[in-house]
């Protein structure tokens, strides 16, 4: 059983950043592969960044130059560091792993907003 909790949401200015962490328990870290997704109240969980157990990473073309996904694998954490916010992104950020068997894991999420 994978535990992940989401942190380092808040408010921010347009043009600010954050940075997300999301700290996973319970399985190998290293073999997880790791996604963050937002949702916006009332639409589809969308895409953000990826980043596989290879350190293999995929963005949403919105994010690319502007979100760049890591992990660390001895701290068992994937960040997401977001900068040049924009209103748009405003958006509640969650976690996925998936392990090797393909058994997927969500955070409890954390929230984003930004505005002025």
């Known amino acids: 059983q994978v535990q992940l909790v989401e942190s380092g949401g808040g408010l921010v200015q347009p043009g600010g950043s954050l940075r997300l962490s999301c700290a996973a328990s319970?399985?190998?870290?290293?073999?997880?592969?790791m996604t963050w997704y937002r949702q916006v109240l009332g639409k589809e969980r969308e895409l953000v960044a990826g980043?596989?157990?290879?350190?293999?990473?995929n963005y949403a073309d919105s994010m690319k130059g502007r979100f760049t996904i890591s992990r660390d694998n001895a701290k068992k954490t994937v960040y997401l560091q977001m900068n040049n916010l924009k209103p748009e992104d405003t958006a509640v950020y969650y976690c996925?792993?998936?392990?090797?068997?393909?058994?997927?894991?969500w955070g409890q999420g954390t929230q984003v907003t930004v505005s002025s």
């Open positions: 996925k792993a998936q392990t090797l068997w393909g058994i997927e894991y």
């Open positions: 319970g399985f190998t870290f290293s073999s997880l592969d």
């Open positions: 980043i596989s157990s290879v350190y293999r990473t």
